[in-house]
């Protein structure tokens, strides 16, 4: 059994699942997709920070006196179709998917107990997002992973917590916790991506009792995975694999598995109605984080941001498609692979290396000029076998002057338009 400390919790195993999924899409939804300016932060630097900016677009935008409850009722989710979300998600090549359960916000998608008046049943949609968007993708074999934040920007029960110096625990006692236990008793998540734990000690949260809980005793012990956000000094220490910080990327490779979460949107993760196409991340750069990720053990989580309506607008559409279309062709060098003993060619950026027991992976992300592309990582045998992932035949290769190899590609007729990023060359027999 686990006890309630670091020491002991830090020594579970991670459940194989995650390492082997390595892709994941991440969804953040919530009240904040209404008014859908800034950022998903949106309560905060209106009410928290008064930022000029934010008063004038409310002012602008909504009748005198709006509070941010208003904003509840408008976040309908008339459109929201959880089944055409868990076909994307599955088509995008995605082996789990994240939703914000709970926002810094407090407002709760699915019918909390102690979220009164301040949930998705009781206002706005009046539904279950939370359990109507689980049952369809556990039909489509996805995981589930739900998003929660330990705070609450305003709710006064943390804010008196906050003012005691986290002396007193009301807000965690008859809040935070209630709502971390009936996710899991309700909906038995395979992942906990929890956040908002910045400002108190873990002493505060009782992080470390839950979590006793959730790997002892709770429906989901064996298969649940949880992240490192759980007390102010966690971060990159603490839980179970490492988010660090978000869109972390290490420069080498880490001792500990852990996951890099990007926003197509570059600018926010929930939705912003005013977004253009420069602040989006094209496939090529997608692919280029994804492959570079994989190469160094990490997983890779990639954010929407739904409508107000639910719905996923078609510019997301199209770059998650993308993703899963490269995936289609790659997959076999991302999904359950390792990495290498080499992550990247010659600490240049445009190759990277995975494995798969004894078959060598290499990644390149430009397409070299002369159609040659020259490894000086592996060592070749005799017995060596070079082929490209979507492209039948064997390639050719021959031994470079240093060491290595050089291999020749499939010939690429000349196209007005740049290839698309990222192909896959598969050694076999090489050290």
Not at 97 to 109: D, I, M, Q, S, Y
Not at 166 to 189: A, I, R, S
Not at 355 to 367: D, H, P, Q
């Amino acid at each position: 059994r686990y006890w309630p400390d670091w020491r002991s919790l830090d020594a579970r195993p991670l459940p194989a699942w995650f390492d082997g999924a390595k892709v994941g899409v991440f969804v953040h939804w919530g009240v904040f997709s209404v008014p859908a300016w800034g950022s998903e932060w949106f309560w905060w630097h209106w009410r928290g920070e008064r930022r000029a900016d934010y008063e004038r677009f409310v002012r602008s935008r909504f009748p005198p006196g709006t509070a941010y409850a208003d904003f509840a009722p408008r976040f309908a989710g008339r459109d929201f179709q959880p089944r055409e979300w868990a076909r994307l998600f599955q088509r995008a090549g995605a082996r789990y998917v994240v939703l914000t359960a709970k926002h810094h916000e407090g407002f709760t998608n699915w019918g909390s107990p102690v979220s009164w008046n301040w949930n998705s049943l009781d206002t706005g949609p009046h539904r279950d997002l939370v359990g109507e968007l689980g049952q369809a993708l556990r039909e489509k074999n996805i995981r589930y992973g739900l998003y929660h934040s330990l705070l609450e920007w305003f709710n006064p029960l943390y804010l008196a917590d906050k003012e005691s110096g986290f002396k007193t625990q009301n807000f965690v006692l008859k809040k935070t916790m209630p709502e971390l236990y009936d996710l899991v008793l309700k909906y038995k998540p395979d992942l906990i991506w929890s956040d908002g734990d910045w400002e108190a000690p873990e002493s505060y949260w009782n992080s470390t009792s839950f979590l006793a809980w959730l790997y002892n005793d709770s429906p989901v012990k064996d298969t649940v995975v949880v992240n490192d956000r759980w007390c102010n000094n966690c971060s990159c220490h603490h839980g179970g694999y490492y988010n660090c910080a978000d869109k972390y990327m290490p420069g080498t490779l880490p001792t500990h598995k852990w996951e890099m979460c990007s926003s197509i949107d570059k600018l926010s993760w929930g939705y912003r109605s005013n977004m253009n196409v420069a602040e989006l991340m094209d496939e090529a750069h997608i692919i280029g984080e994804l492959v570079q990720t994989v190469s160094f053990g990490g997983n890779y989580l990639l954010n929407v941001g739904p409508t107000k309506e639910g719905v996923i607008i078609p510019i997301f559409q199209e770059r998650l498609l993308a993703l899963g279309r490269w995936l289609e062709t790659n997959g076999e060098a991302i999904y359950e692979s390792k990495p290498w003993r080499v992550q990247m060619e010659n600490s240049t950026v445009t190759v990277w290396y995975t494995s798969k027991g004894r078959e060598v992976y290499a990644i390149f992300l430009i397409w070299p000029r002369d159609n040659i592309l020259e490894l000086s990582s592996p060592t070749p045998s005799p017995a060596t076998q070079v082929t490209m992932l979507g492209f039948t035949g064997i390639l050719k290769w021959q031994q470079s002057p240093g060491k290595g190899l050089l291999i020749t590609l499939p010939y690429v007729p000349p196209s007005p338009l740049p290839p698309q990023s990222g192909w896959t060359v598969k050694l076999e027999g090489v050290k």
